[in-house]
């Protein structure tokens, strides 16, 4: 018998009975659903979060009060007390950093509590407002869409001027009216809109667009107000740096480090009461947050497939008993126990490729409909598509041998005789 005649025979005995052969497949289309959509909604957001740093640029260092991995995981939680006792960075650390050869452009910027926005009887009762230095559009990777950036003389003379986010534009301006110029209260004061910047979209739920910059010297005077010692930490100014052209990241990092190091009189002994970030770290920190994701998809994949794995098993052990004289009488006319074996074995393979398949389907479209009705992007790469059928060809063919080789070890003559 050739394989195109054993795949005829193991359809045949699927379609007599088509209710138990779908019903034996909903396992392996639940477990092929669920690794489909996980992972297309996991690749989408990885295709955002890696677009989003694109932006930003892979030669940037973020100098801080902490190192971002500090927060990740509960082992260096103890340290935060020490992390809040450190000094502050000021704008002169940012100027003198600034002269370092390894650096091509420096910005401070310090983020301020959730601030109330108003204008006219348009009111936003939180928005994000940050404090900076000019050049920090440049440096972060944002894009005017409209007005001009932060120049010198507004950080100088402290001028109540702004740049803000579409979010605000949407919220606070009448529909196709132009808000530079214009005046909008942040707090209790009023500041001039000068520039707009352009649309970046949402990630995970957080409004990238929620975003109000002004002057950091006119923060600080009007806007930051008092903090809570536990808070200062939070709020406490940073400073990002461009590496320049012909300097290896690592090669700024190290002035960078030495220079904070000399400017606060750290003796070679003593750890860096400062944090050096970079877009690698945030990357690795980002992976370790979703690793957890992934692993929990697996695992919920694996029982789902491991279920259907056994529901195709015990719905060919009780095939081959309904079967058995007809087996008997395959082997009668001159049947080899190898096509019996294939016979059923291929039939099993067929199940949870049919599962497998429909699972695809169902998974790219519950990432779709996912995409659709909540803020996580979906994206599903084709090397997802062939790694859910291939689970599901797996699945068919290792629990589908233990029936196949008790079809093909049975006795002719006792399986002629089986009532």
Same mark, same amino acid.
């Given at each position: ?54 932006? %930003? ?126 005046? %909008? ?141 007809? %087996? ?92």
């Amino acid at each position: 018998m050739d394989v195109l005649s054993t795949f005829k025979t193991a359809t045949i005995g699927l379609r007599a009975n088509r209710m138990r052969s779908i019903l034996t497949t909903l396992g392996v289309i639940i477990g092929v659903t669920t690794v489909i959509s996980m992972m297309s909604i996991i690749e989408g957001i990885n295709n955002y979060t890696y677009k989003l740093f694109g932006n %930003i640029g892979s030669n940037v260092i973020y100098v801080q009060k902490y190192k971002w991995q500090l927060f990740v995981g509960g082992s260096n939680r103890g340290r935060w007390r020490e992390i809040m006792r450190r000094p502050d960075l000021t704008v002169e650390d940012a100027k003198a950093i600034s002269k370092l050869p390894s650096v091509d452009l420096v910005a401070a910027y310090r983020t301020m509590p959730d601030t109330k926005l108003k204008r006219g009887t348009h009111v936003l009762e939180q928005s994000k407002v940050e404090g900076a230095t000019p050049g920090i559009l440049e440096i972060s990777g944002y894009t005017l869409a409209d007005g001009r950036p932060l120049v010198e003389q507004d950080e100088n003379f402290r001028r109540r001027v702004c740049i803000i986010g579409q979010y605000q534009v949407e919220n606070l301006f009448d529909p196709g009216e132009n808000p530079i110029g214009q005046n %909008i209260q942040i707090g209790d004061q009023k500041f001039t809109v000068v520039g707009v910047v352009a649309e970046r979209g949402q990630l995970l739920g957080n409004n990238l667009d929620d975003i109000v910059i002004v002057p950091l010297s006119t923060a600080e005077k009007y806007l930051l107000g008092s903090r809570r010692r536990g808070m200062r930490t939070w709020f406490s100014l940073s400073i990002i740096a461009r590496v320049a052209k012909g300097y290896t990241i690592d090669e700024a990092m190290r002035q960078i480090r030495m220079l904070l190091r000399e400017r606060r009189g750290l003796r070679f002994d003593e750890e860096d009461n400062f944090g050096l970030n970079t877009q690698e770290m945030l990357l690795s920190t980002y992976k370790k947050l979703t690793s957890g994701i992934f692993l929990a998809m697996i695992g919920i994949a694996s029982l789902a497939l491991l279920v259907g794995g056994i529901g195709i098993m015990n719905i060919m052990l009780v095939s081959v008993t309904e079967r058995t004289r007809e %087996i008997g009488l395959r082997m009668a006319v001159g049947a080899k126990r190898k096509e019996i074996l294939a016979q059923f074995l291929l039939e099993a393979i067929i199940l949870t490729s049919i599962g497998g398949l429909i699972g695809v389907v169902f998974g790219f479209l519950l990432g779709q409909l996912v995409a659709k009705l909540t803020p996580l992007p979906s994206h599903t790469p084709l090397w997802s598509v062939f790694l859910g059928l291939g689970f599901s060809v797996a699945v068919g063919l290792f629990f589908g041998i233990y029936p196949a080789r008790k079809a093909a070890r049975l006795n002719p003559i006792e399986a002629l005789r089986y009532e």
